[in-house]
C-alpha cells in the first residue's frame, strides 16, 4: 500500500533556482524521512523528521511537516546540476506498531540543467 | 567502511530456476529490509527483519523468501522465478527508527 505521494512526478529547472517537492501521505506517523537516488543506484538517505518536529534544515535541504494536513515538502535552494536524482519521502507509520516498517512514495524526478 | 553489500549486481536467469541474493551489512544493524523497485510502482517492501530470527512479510512478500540466521546477513531467495519478478532488487539496513543504508541495487532478468 502506498503512503507517501511525492508531488510533482518529475521537476525540470535551470542550475541556481529552488526546487520544492511535495509529500503527502494518508494516516499518522512517526517520522517521515527524505531519500535521494541517483539513477539505479542505492537510495541515500537525506533528513528525517519527527511527528513533533515543523521543520529542518540541513545545508541548502529545507524540510517540513505538517501533520495536520499530512504533508511534507522538500526544498533544495541554489540548486546545482549535481543535485540532478530522484527524491523519495518515506513514512514510518505510527499503525505499524513501531515496526520500523518504511513505505516509500513512487518519488520526484528532478532534472537541475546547467 | 559501513555498508550494505548485494551480490550479484546483474543477474539474468529463467523462469523457475531457484537463485539467491546475497545481503551482507557490517554495521551490527538489528533492521534489514528487500525491496523492489518497478517503474511507476517506487519502491515496495518485500520482506524485513527485525532481529535474528525475526522476520515479516512486506507489502509484496509472494513468491519470495527470507532468512535472518545471522545478524549481519538477509538472503532473498526466490523459489521459482517468473518474468515479473523482473525487477531492481535493493537491501537496506537500520538501528530501529533510524535511516536507513541501502545496498547499490541488484538488476534482476527473468526469461
Known amino acids: 500500500s502506498q503512503q507517501g505521494e511525492e508531488d510533482p512526478q518529475a521537476l525540470s529547472i535551470q542550475e541556481g533556482e529552488n526546487a520544492t517537492m511535495n509529500c503527502s501521505y494518508k494516516?499518522?506517523?512517526?517520522?517521515l524521512q527524505w531519500y535521494r537516488q541517483n539513477s539505479g543506484r542505492g537510495l541515500v538517505h537525506l533528513i528525517l523528521?519527527?511527528?513533533?518536529?515543523r521543520e529542518k534544515h540541513s545545508g541548502r535541504l529545507r524540510v517540513t511537516l505538517d501533520t495536520s494536513k499530512k504533508s511534507s515538502s522538500l526544498l533544495i535552494t541554489a540548486s546545482r546540476a549535481a543535485d540532478t536524482a530522484s527524491y523519495f519521502c518515506?513514512?514510518?507509520?505510527?499503525?505499524?506498531?513501531?515496526?520500523?516498517?518504511?513505505?516509500f512514495g513512487q518519488g520526484t524526478t528532478l532534472q537541475v540543467k546547467p | 567502511e559501513a555498508q550494505v553489500t548485494q551480490n550479484p549486481r546483474y543477474l539474468i536467469t529463467v523462469t523457475g530456476k531457484k537463485l539467491t541474493v546475497t545481503c551482507s551489512q557490517n554495521?551490527?544493524?538489528?533492521?534489514m529490509s528487500w525491496y523492489r523497485q518497478d517503474p511507476g510502482l517506487g519502491l515496495r517492501q518485500i520482506y524485513y527483519?527485525?532481529?535474528?530470527?525475526?522476520?515479516d512479510k512486506g507489502d509484496v512478500p509472494e513468491g519470495y523468501k527470507v532468512s535472518r540466521k545471522e545478524k549481519r546477513n538477509f538472503p532473498l531467495i526466490l523459489e521459482s522465478p517468473s518474468p515479473n519478478q523482473t525487477s531492481l532488487y535493493f537491501c537496506?539496513?537500520?538501528?530501529?527508527?533510524?535511516?536507513?543504508?541501502f545496498g547499490n541495487g541488484t538488476r534482476l532478468t527473468v526469461t
Open positions: 494516516t499518522s506517523i512517526n517520522n
Open positions: 554495521m551490527n544493524h538489528e533492521y
Open positions: 523528521i519527527r511527528s513533533n518536529e
Open positions: 527483519s527485525m532481529n535474528v530470527e525475526v522476520t
Open positions: 537496506a539496513s537500520s538501528y530501529h527508527n533510524s535511516p536507513l543504508h
Open positions: 518515506a513514512t514510518d507509520a505510527q499503525a505499524s506498531g513501531n515496526t520500523g516498517k518504511l513505505i
